[in-house]
């Protein structure tokens, strides 16, 4: 699926082939960053019977009984602690080929701190409000009809959207499906990151600032199938998830979804069009959505969700228009009166 929506990206925005499976598979990943190559000892079967074992010395003999009974490849670091024995009979063992040494290149990055508990905000899921369960169970819906969808929630700030994201995720998690969550920039992704990580215990993030090891390393989780949730920019939109069941792009109307470099894409767009091939959703949230969206949503390409009330019934923020037209000496610049004294009123 992935190499059709490079196909599709190359002929949409009319841009190379190769240019796109640069930005699909990151340069960390095509270099190995964070890793290094180990060697690892297995007996070699057919020569190890018993006749062959017992005419070994005693420390060679020791040491191979010790790798069959095992089980497992190991080091010749570890064989040497566990068998109590120096170099020289492993190395015997090699070169009468009683061992065979594989290779194996592995990661070197340790796995990044999880949020913990007493960080500061509760981890309980909270008591939904009736917009919130209408949303939810329209969400729910269109994951369990099995078709590409996309949905604009359209909510105003503070009215609990990212909740029903979470509930959502937690649905398509039931079935072994896992999620990308697209935030517009990299300065909200622990924010996001650390919601998420309270209620799922598989959480990736991918974004531009993490060091090279980090992003390889984050990006092979992914590939495997350990994570069920992705959180990152624009460039999260291409996480290779095995089984992905749902997208969700929060403040979808933010314009750093636009890439300005080759290959130049929306990520709104090639989200739509990942979706659409694998037959999943695709929720837009904003309080303020695009233009194309909200066309969309008229002419019957996307349904609209709303939600017009903040979550307790928190009143909505007193809303006052300046005309900066009128000005007096003690206004400067974008700073009104008006706005001055409501700054030190508040400081008060």
């Given amino acids: 699926p992935l190499v059709r929506l490079v196909a599709w990206i190359s002929h949409y925005y009319q841009t190379p082939m190769g240019q796109v499976f640069d930005t699909l598979i990151p340069s960390s990943v095509r270099t190995n960053a964070g890793t290094r190559e180990r060697s690892y000892l297995t007996p070699n079967g057919p020569k190890c019977d018993e006749a062959s074992i017992e005419k070994l010395p005693k420390k060679q003999r020791s040491a191979l009984r010790f790798l069959i009974e095992a089980g497992r490849p190991m080091t010749a670091s570890e064989l040497m602690v566990h068998a109590e024995c120096t170099r020289g009979p492993i190395s015997a063992l090699e070169s009468k080929e009683f061992l065979i040494t594989m290779v194996r290149r592995e990661m070197s990055t340790?796995?990044?701190?999880?949020?913990?508990?007493?960080?500061?905000?509760?981890?309980s899921a909270h008591t939904l409000s009736s917009e919130q369960r209408v949303a939810l169970d329209r969400i729910d819906a269109a994951i369990n009809s099995g078709k590409g969808?996309?949905?604009?929630?359209?909510?105003?700030?503070?009215?609990?959207?990212?909740?029903?994201?979470?509930?959502?995720?937690?649905?398509?998690?039931?079935?072994?499906?896992?999620?990308?969550?697209?935030?517009?920039?990299?300065?909200l992704t622990p924010q996001t990151r650390g919601r998420f990580e309270r209620r799922f215990d598989g959480v990736a993030v991918l974004h531009s600032q993490m060091t090279p090891a980090e992003r390889h390393f984050q990006w092979q989780r992914i590939r495997r199938g350990e994570v069920q949730v992705v959180v990152g920019p624009r460039s999260a939109v291409f996480a290779p998830l095995p089984r992905l069941g749902l997208i969700v792009i929060d403040e979808e109307h933010d314009a750093s979804f636009k890439q300005d470099t080759q290959p130049r894409y929306h990520a709104r767009k090639v989200a739509h069009a990942r979706a659409m091939s694998l037959g999943v959703p695709l929720i837009l949230g904003s309080a303020t959505p695009s233009m194309e969206s909200w066309h969309a949503t008229a002419t019957g390409h996307a349904e609209r969700i709303t939600m017009k009330e903040r979550i307790y019934n928190r009143p909505m923020p007193d809303v006052e228009l300046v005309d900066l037209r009128i000005r007096d000496q003690r206004s400067r610049g974008a700073i009104s009166r008006q706005l001055h004294q409501a700054t030190v009123d508040t400081l008060k």
Avoid: C, N
């Fill in 110 to 123: 340790s796995t990044p701190m999880r949020w913990q508990k007493g960080d500061g905000e509760d981890t």
């Fill in 149 to 187: 969808k996309t949905l604009l929630l359209h909510g105003v700030t503070g009215s609990g959207k990212t909740e029903v994201y979470i509930r959502a995720i937690e649905h398509v998690v039931k079935f072994g499906r896992g999620a990308i969550v697209m935030v517009p920039e990299i300065s």
